[in-house]
């Protein structure tokens, strides 16, 4: 049994602690106290009930708390399960309370867990290991105030950590909680190998009339994935890819990643979408301010843009939906999401970011 505490109370997050504690570990959940309406309906149970594909049942957690004190006592591992602009929120509130030791794994984390190295920095907070996932590790909605539902494992999760170096103690720690982990090389890497921001954004913005028009009452994967709209999505990937090469790393092409995650058949992007049987399921955003565009945009795309730009690789695709995206949303999507300069790393160069992801010493 491996105590854990959980930090979230969305979809994922309820997803993660009922099923982990269906398999016998002990979970902490946790939500910050200006969000506590999201745990309300189990603060006094501490029960979750759980459907869908994994573990069924309800899942009796060992605490369901507001108290960052109390989350931090509960267990030396913390899962992050918010969106990213909640993953400053989290820092700044746990900031002062970690103790050398303790272990923080953002799912996912699209280079979070380098805001996280900045904030614990500007508190001269020390010994604390940070860690992330490439995805989400379910296809799940909370389907109730107390319940939620997975439709799928993710069976292919990549680990990301910093400092590197501590790679295979922190992989070790998640393989329990997560068959089939494995771990990329460095934070970086795992940060540029999130699924997410290469699919949703361009999907949405190509499916924008039809999502407006039926309130997304259509299937994303199945439908609106259509070959042209992979055609264009596969070209966003080279551009990533191309990120990853300066890094020196050879990323894994997005059609390829699905196939490994458990998303469907190996073969180009649409055949592997189309061949989906987890994906077809999913129904497209109700709207145009879904976390799709709100998370994906300005907290993927818009965080590898600025990555790009300091190490000279050109992301013209990427860039025009950054644009148009930030039309449709009414807000300039770089002003609201993250960049190297939120990382901590606008002033190192390639050499010395990648002597830092490996060590975890900042220059």
């Given at each position: ?6 930090l ?11 099923n982990?504690?269906l398999?016998?570990?002990?979970i902490t959940?946790?939500e ?9 309906a ?12 994994a573990e069924?049942?309800?899942?009796t ?5 507001t ?7 509960a267990s030396?591992l ?9 993953h400053r ?6 900031a002062?309370?970690?103790?050398p030791?303790k272990?923080i ?12 190295a900045?904030v614990l920095r500007?508190?001269r907070t ?5 860690a ?11 389907t ?6 997975i439709?799928?494992?993710?069976t292919?999760l990549g ?18 909680l997560?068959?089939?982990?494995s771990a ?8 540029l190998?999130?699924?997410n921001?290469?699919?949703h ?6 499916n924008a009339?039809r ?14 994935v259509?070959p ?5 999505v ?6 990533r890819?191309?990120i ?6 050879q990323?894994t ?12 058949p ?15 399921r999913?129904?497209?955003p ?8 709100t998370e994906d945009?300005p ?15 050109e992301?013209?695709l990427?860039?025009?939906?950054i644009?148009?995206?930030s ?35 900042f220059?």
């Amino acid at each position: 049994m491996t105590s854990v505490t959980v930090l979230g109370g969305g979809n994922t997050a309820f997803a993660v602690a009922a099923n982990l504690s269906l398999r016998g570990h002990e979970i902490t959940l946790f939500e910050l106290p200006e969000q506590a309406a999201n745990v309300a309906a189990i603060q006094s149970s501490r029960q979750i009930v759980l459907k869908g594909v994994a573990e069924r049942g309800t899942a009796t957690l060992r605490a369901v708390t507001t108290d960052v004190g109390e989350a931090v006592a509960a267990s030396d591992l913390m899962l992050l399960i918010v969106p990213a602009y909640a993953h400053r929120p989290f820092a700044e509130q746990f900031a002062r309370k970690l103790t050398p030791g303790k272990t923080i794994v953002l799912m996912p984390g699209t280079l979070g867990s380098l805001e996280w190295a900045k904030v614990l920095r500007s508190h001269r907070t020390e010994g604390v290991v940070l860690a992330e996932v490439d995805t989400a590790p379910y296809v799940c909605r909370k389907t109730g105030p107390a319940e939620a539902t997975i439709w799928g494992e993710v069976t292919g999760l990549g680990l990301g950590v910093l400092p590197a170096r501590d790679t295979e103690r922190v992989l070790a720690r998640m393989a329990p909680l997560f068959p089939g982990i494995s771990a990329h090389p460095d934070v970086a890497a795992c940060g540029l190998s999130s699924i997410n921001p290469v699919i949703h954004p361009a999907g949405v913005l190509m499916n924008a009339g039809r999502i407006e028009y039926s309130r997304g009452e259509f299937y994303f994967y199945e439908e609106g994935v259509s070959p042209s709209v992979a055609k264009v999505v596969s070209r966003i990937d080279q551009e990533r890819l191309e990120i990853g090469r300066a890094l020196g790393h050879q990323l894994t092409p997005v059609a390829e990643a699905f196939h490994q995650a458990g998303f469907g058949p190996a073969g180009d992007l649409w055949s592997t979408i189309n061949g989906s049987l987890m994906l077809t399921r999913l129904k497209a955003p109700g709207n145009l301010e879904s976390r799709w565009m709100t998370e994906d945009l300005p907290y993927g795309i818009a965080t590898w843009v600025s990555l790009a730009e300091q190490l000279g690789v050109e992301t013209p695709l990427m860039r025009s939906f950054i644009e148009i995206g930030s039309v449709v949303l009414g807000a300039d999507a770089r002003a609201i999401g993250r960049d190297c300069e939120d990382l901590g790393i606008e002033a190192l160069t390639v050499e010395q970011f990648r002597t830092y992801l490996v060590s975890g010493r900042f220059p």
